[in-house]
T-cell receptor, first 116, second 110 residues
Framework: GAVVSQHPSRVICKSGTSVKIECRSLDFQATTMFWYRQFPKQSLMLMATSNEGSKATYEQGVEKDKFLINHASLTLSTLTVTSAHPEDSSFYIC????????????FGSGTQLSVL | AQSVTQPDIHITVSEGASLELRCNYSYGATPYLFWYVQSPGQGLQLLLKYFSGDTLVQGIKGFEAEFKRSQSSFNLRKPSVHWSDAAEYFCAVGYQKVTFGIGTKLQVIP
């Protein structure tokens, strides 16, 4: 099956710094990528949807200036957590879709962010 | 709006016993339904999916799920559970956007 690579898998940073997470589709062109956040013992919450070459669409309650998403190519999307604070600590997962619907939807392995 | 309900937050089964994880959904049209498994600190692995056709869907690792439109359900089953099946299981629905259930944590005891 298709592969979505997400890096880093784990990052620890100081409060106030910015962290970038990369999501790459390795063997297909991802026209749409999704970013999810998962709190401990909870489900995945969709943060934003990004389409290649256009601005991301954020879900209600997600601060777009806090969570910067860039989808500059058909194989790469990045999520930057700006001025991170301890409450931003969470598990972030990306997914990539190759077609119009979710017939070809694949998930990355996730990034555990810990802000000290 | 689409939604998913997984009524069982935590289930414990004995190794070798059968398993059924419940999932109910709300969706305006013919649903795209998924079951994913997540091990601690890991991403999601797709077990199976239903888009159309045969309502009994076979997945990886010996899992299957049955789509029942009349009950708005998509329950996941496995006839004999292995210790390695211990994980968190998520039911999800959606075509353009995917909505996840809260998950069911499966514990397998010897």
């Amino acid at each position: 099956g298709a592969v979505v690579s997400q890096h880093p898998s784990r990052v620890i940073c100081k409060s106030g710094t910015s962290v970038k997470i990369e999501c790459r589709s390795l063997d297909f062109q991802a026209t749409t990528m999704f970013w999810y956040r998962q709190f401990p013992k909870q489900s995945l919450m969709l943060m934003a949807t990004s389409n290649e070459g256009s601005k991301a669409t954020y879900e209600q309650g997600v601060e777009k200036d806090k969570f910067l998403i860039n989808h500059a190519s058909l194989t790469l999307s990045t999520l930057t957590v700006t001025s991170a604070h301890p409450e931003d600590s969470s598990f972030y997962i990306c997914s990539a879709r190759g077609g119009g619907g979710n017939e070809k939807l694949f998930f990355g392995s996730g990034t555990q962010l810990s802000v000290l | 709006a689409q939604s998913v309900t997984q009524p069982d937050i935590h289930i414990t089964v004995s190794e070798g016993a059968s398993l059924e994880l419940r999932c109910n959904y709300s969706y305006g049209a013919t649903p795209y339904l998924f079951w994913y498994v997540q091990s601690p600190g890991q991403g999601l692995q797709l077990l199976l999916k239903y888009f159309s056709g045969d309502t009994l869907v076979q997945g990886i690792k010996g899992f299957e799920a049955e789509f029942k439109r009349s009950q708005s359900s998509f329950n996941l089953r496995k006839p004999s559970v292995h210790w390695s099946d211990a994980a968190e299981y998520f039911c999800a629905v959606g075509y353009q956007k995917v909505t996840f259930g809260i998950g069911t944590k499966l514990q397998v005891i010897p």
